[in-house]
């Protein structure tokens, strides 16, 4: 019954290489984001995708390529991986102007870049 | 430009005890929302309480209460009764109600100790 859900949780990757990493909820929400928390825990808006429509794209690489497909999933692309890449990503979505604008988060994707 | 700051990188408790974990923010609009996330070490992001900045009444959520002063611009959290498991990092957020969509301002996080 999971609202938000990322996977892979935990992923170990090489310099250079392409991952991703996917999300859904089934909150039936209509906005969805990526969030970047680093190293020393600091938490950014990467992305916002209303309606898979984008919305909010803070001031991230190209090599960083979200993908909807519909409104349930925001997925994560990533191209040619650095080590200043290795963070937690966090999936979150939200009714805006329900709920308070809540934002409710997956679990966490923990990115390790070696 | 809307800021978040945490003044207390740490804070500690005993068990059954109270703590206030302070929030101070920044904003030109009148309309917005804050909020209290705790990230346990898990990583998972829990949301704790929320506060519409047009209410004047402070939020609550069983043992968790909010201090919020719109004109000095502060929101902090009251812990009552703490638990062990309360011990996490908290962080305070910032959303402006007709701004980007999901801009959560986050806080730099205050990591909670409770002793028991």
């Known amino acids: 019954d999971t609202a938000v859900s990322q996977t892979p949780k935990y992923l170990v990757t090489q310099m250079g290489n392409d991952k991703s990493i996917k999300c859904e909820q089934n909150?039936?929400?209509?906005?969805m984001y990526w969030y970047k928390q680093d190293s020393k825990k600091f938490l950014k808006i990467m992305f916002s995708y209303n309606n898979k429509e984008l919305i909010i794209n803070e001031t991230v690489p190209n090599r960083f390529s979200p993908k909807s497909p519909d409104k349930a999933h925001l997925n994560l692309h990533i191209n040619s991986l650095e080590l200043g890449d290795s963070a937690v990503y966090f999936c979150?979505?939200?009714?805006?102007?329900?709920?308070?604008?809540?934002?409710?988060f997956g679990e966490g994707s923990w990115l390790t870049v070696v | 430009a809307q800021t978040v700051t945490q003044s207390q990188p740490e804070m500690s408790v005993q068990e059954a005890e109270t703590v206030t974990l302070s929030c101070t923010y920044d904003?030109?609009?009148?309309?917005?929302?804050l909020f209290w996330y705790k990230q346990p070490p898990s990583r998972q992001m829990i949301l704790v309480i929320r506060q519409e900045a047009y209410k004047q009444q402070n939020a609550t959520e069983n043992r968790f209460s909010v201090n919020f002063q719109k004109a000095a611009k502060s929101f902090s959290l009251k812990i009552s009764d703490s638990q062990l498991g309360d011990a996490a990092m908290y962080f305070c957020?910032?959303?402006?109600?007709?701004?980007?969509?999901?801009?959560?301002?986050f806080g730099k996080g205050t990591k909670l100790s409770v002793k028991p």
């Open positions: 979150a979505s939200s009714q805006p102007r329900r709920s308070g604008n809540t934002i409710y």
């Open positions: 957020a910032l959303m402006n109600y007709g701004g980007s969509q999901g801009n959560l301002i």
């Open positions: 904003t030109s609009e009148s309309d917005y929302y």
């Open positions: 909150l039936g929400h209509d906005t």
